[in-house]
């Protein structure tokens, strides 16, 4: 169990291809953070430099308080579960699990009741002494946790652990590892680009774009207050609307030339309006912010899916609606916007805006006339 | 009616196929056979009537001359085996452990001018024994290793075949395995014994067959090294035999010579068929 610090963390390669621009970041003891973001982003990175596996260019990465930049892996007191578990195949799951601990000299009764305890948490001790190539995917797996856990180390490092299982034993495996971890109370650090994965097993998540953190927070915080467009696009199944928008006195000229009427405008430029599937709601014609030309129309048993264009252009829409609603392919749907939740994201930095309407603490409040 | 003509057909198929395996393994198990049973008749009958198809009488005969010793062999058969199965053994084990450990590095270490010392290593395979056998012939006998196990083993060693194979072995195994090892707190000596030295167990396998024919079969390297007979191997004794036939003066010994052939066979035979599994998943597949 540890504090973990990064105080401007970066990495460069040899080739000059900058991999991580300074991140800072502080993790609390027992805490389970996710790292997320698309691949490429330079997630791995930054966690292979957190266990050392990779180098430090420059920053401090702090472990309880010690500074543990130059370390080998194994002196940092860290555990690691590989995307491809990494499981030595040549032994058994008792020795796959008892071999960190053998390279520490731990006396071999010790290693022996510390490889069963953690074996009986896991489910494993009937599978003790098979090998890893006689596995499921899902056994494999427990044997990549057992590994980390017997050690008790201060740190948990995840690399995408469960990308290699299938979807239903993922979603099994992802609640273990969340129940495992609150058991034990360990620190945890988590990097995958399943946005599902990140939102429901973080404490805390950190959104990483290019090398750059773009937000860090509780996944509800950041579901719902994304600090720029790509946290509103990256976060959320099916993945927020965006409108681009011509501000106007009245309030937002949509290209289709629909009008959303707001009050208190203060500003007239182009800007990203960003709206969640399930923040618009069927209207009727005269109430509606703008109107939708339905495509396509998918049954998800508790609701509905509506699939289509904003009417005359080819801006994508998708819409989560009631299942009572009557929706047919190729209609005309008019649209309603729940006001207290849109998103207003500036059209070339990407960074959310809230002080587009006279009104103090708009959007909450800004009020359709 | 059509039945009977696709079950001719498939026996016409059947038969032709067979007839090209029998034939390709008549063409190769032929001059074996001919040694073996031209090995049991006597020198006479052999001068007389040409190579044998047919078992003889002078097996027994032969044999023992072969093994117990005789005036035309300089040293007894068992000791050109033994001193042939050293070489052998001496060969593979060594080249297995040389190039292993050389590929480790090459794979595992980044050190300047990594790359280039590969392609080095690896020209060398373009450059036969025989290419380099003076200066090494003259090395060998400044370090006064002739007639010496030593001197005909260590120069043979490094191999460029080896180290190649090891090498593409190596760069197929997961990085991760590495990484999970180096936070289990294995170092690079760790890690070399307790992961990788039993993931490539097969690799060594077919690797040590290879070498092991080949050092077995080495002639020109011990016929310069040695002088003493002690020191023979059994392709040397071999050479012997016919060496009387152009001397002249006496009866070839022919049913000796191909006795001796017989027996050269056995143990690279022997090597093969007991190794035969491994070799194949070694080459094939691998435990990853």
């Keep these: 169990m540890a504090q973990v610090s990064f105080h401007q963390l970066a990495k460069t390669y040899d080739n000059g291809f900058q991999a991580i621009h300074g991140i800072d970041l502080e993790i609390n003891d027992g805490e389970f953070v996710v790292i997320v973001g698309p691949s490429g982003c330079g997630k791995s990175t930054l966690l292979r430099m957190v266990a050392g596996l990779e180098e430090i260019t420059s920053g401090k990465l702090l472990i309880d308080e010690t500074f543990v930049n130059e370390r080998e892996p194994a002196e940092r007191d860290i555990a690691m579960v590989f995307q491809n578990y990494a499981l030595y195949p040549h032994m058994t799951v008792f020795n796959n699990m008892a071999y960190g601990l053998k390279n520490r000299k731990v006396p071999k009764d010790k290693i022996a009741s510390k490889v069963q305890q953690a074996a009986e948490v896991l489910q494993l001790t009937h599978l003790l002494d098979r090998k890893p190539g006689q596995l499921s995917g899902g056994q494999r797996q427990r044997v990549a946790m057992g590994r980390a856990i017997v050690r008790d180390p201060k740190l948990f490092l995840f690399d995408e652990p469960l990308s290699n299982l299938d979807a239903k034993l993922r979603g099994q495996m992802r609640i273990e590892i969340k129940k495992l971890q609150r058991q034990l109370g360990t620190t945890a650090l988590y990097v995958t680009h399943d946005q599902i994965e990140a939102m429901t097993l973080a404490d805390r998540l950190v959104v990483m774009d290019n090398g750059h953190p773009e937000q860090t927070g509780t996944p509800e915080e950041l579901y719902s207050r994304p600090a720029t467009r790509f946290v509103a696009g990256f976060l959320g199944t099916p993945s927020i609307n965006f409108l681009d928008v011509q501000l106007t006195a009245t309030g937002a000229q949509l290209s289709n030339g629909e009008h959303i009427k707001i009050a208190g405008v203060s500003d007239s430029r182009t800007i990203t309006l960003g709206l969640r599937a399930e923040d618009l709601t069927c209207s009727t014609p005269a109430q509606a912010d703008f109107t939708m030309s339905v495509e396509l129309v998918e049954q998800l048993g508790s609701e509905l899916q509506a699939v289509g264009v904003l009417q005359g252009t080819t801006e994508k829409l998708i819409v989560k609606l009631n299942k009572s609603e009557h929706l047919e392919e190729g209609m005309t749907l008019p649209l309603k916007i729940n006001r207290n939740h849109w998103h207003w994201f500036d059209a070339d930095t990407g960074q959310r805006v809230d002080s587009l309407f006279t009104t103090q603490n708009a959007p909450q409040q800004a009020i359709a006339v | ?288």
Excluded at chain 2, 27 to 39: E, G
Excluded at chain 2, 68 to 93: E, H, T, V, Y
Aim: glycine residues 6%; hydrophobic residues 55%; without cysteine.
């Design chain 2, 1 to 288: 009616m059509q039945v009977k003509t696709v079950i001719n057909k498939k026996r016409l198929q059947a038969l032709f196929r067979h007839s090209v395996l029998i034939s390709g393994a008549l063409f190769l198990v032929m001059p074996l056979w001919i040694a073996l049973m031209s090995s049991t008749h006597s020198p006479e009958a052999l001068f007389r009537e040409g190579l044998q198809f047919l078992p003889g009488s002078y097996g027994y005969e032969t044999y023992s001359q072969i093994l117990m010793g005789s005036d035309l062999l300089s040293a007894p058969a068992w000791r050109m085996l033994l001193n042939s199965l050293i070489l052998g053994l001496g060969f593979a084990i060594g080249k297995v452990i040389i190039s292993m450990i050389a590929a480790y590095a090459l794979v595992y270490f980044r050190f300047p001018l990594a790359v280039p010392l590969f392609w080095m290593i690896f020209m060398t395979l373009l450059l036969p024994l025989e290419v380099r056998i003076i200066p090494s012939y003259e090395v060998v006998a400044k370090l006064n290793l002739l007639n010496s196990y030593t001197g005909l083993i260590v120069p043979l060693i490094a191999s460029a075949t080896g180290t190649f194979f090891f090498r593409q072995f190596y760069r197929s195994v997961p990085a991760e395995l590495l990484e999970a090892a180096r936070i289990d707190g294995a170092g690079p000596l760790r890690f070399f014994i307790d992961i990788l030295i039993p993931l490539s167990t097969t690799m060594m396998a077919a690797i040590f067959i290879i070498m092991f024919v080949a050092g077995w079969n080495q002639y020109l390297w011990p016929l310069l090294m040695t002088t003493d007979p002690e020191y023979y191997s059994i392709v040397i004794g071999i050479r012997q035999v016919f060496q009387t036939l152009n001397e002249g003066g006496t009866l070839p010994q022919f049913n000796i010579a191909f006795g001796l052939t017989v027996l050269a066979t056995i143990p690279p035979v022997l090597v093969v068929v007991i190794f035969q599994k491994m070799f194949v998943k070694g080459l094939v597949e691998t435990e990853k």
